[in-house]
Nanobody
Framework: QLVESGGGSVQAGGSLRLSCVAS????????MGWFRRIPGNEREGVAT???????RYADFAKGRFTISRDNAQKTLYLQMDNLKPEDTAMYYC?????????????????????WGQGTQVTVSS
């Protein structure tokens, strides 16, 4: 089970940190990621991290968002700084057992079979 938290409403330029607790997942080989769905759009990849620590970011996230994980706490984070109104979306955590660098770096939602319910982020101008 993946449970996201940390969403909310902020003004442009503000920050939020999203968390995703991965209960019951103990694999040492995995890929985890954050995705988002902007209303009217398809779900898109934001950032991923593999069990080897490799990270990948969408262009819009580079320099503003940071993905990290705490293996002991089984928690995935997404630190989002300098938020913009266009970042307003539902943000989802995703998990895949087993690690393949190419697949993990692809930022494709089809790679991930397990998803959380999402947490809403709203950025006002």
């Amino acid at each position: 089970q993946l449970v996201e938290s940390g969403g909310g409403s902020v003004q442009a330029g503000g920050s939020l940190r999203l968390s995703c607790v991965a209960s019951g997942y103990t694999a040492t080989s995995y890929c985890m990621g954050w995705f988002r769905r902007i209303p009217g759009n398809e779900r898109e990849g934001v950032a991923t991290v593999g069990s080897d620590g490799t990270t990948r970011y969408a262009d819009f996230a580079k320099g503003r968002f940071t993905i990290s994980r705490d293996n002991a706490q089984k928690t995935l984070y997404l630190q989002m700084d300098n938020l913009k109104p266009e970042d307003t979306a539902m943000y989802y955590c995703a998990y895949k057992w087993g690690y393949n660098r190419g697949a993990c770096n692809s930022l494709q939602e089809t790679v991930f079979p397990t998803w959380g319910q999402g947490t809403q982020v709203t950025v006002s101008s």
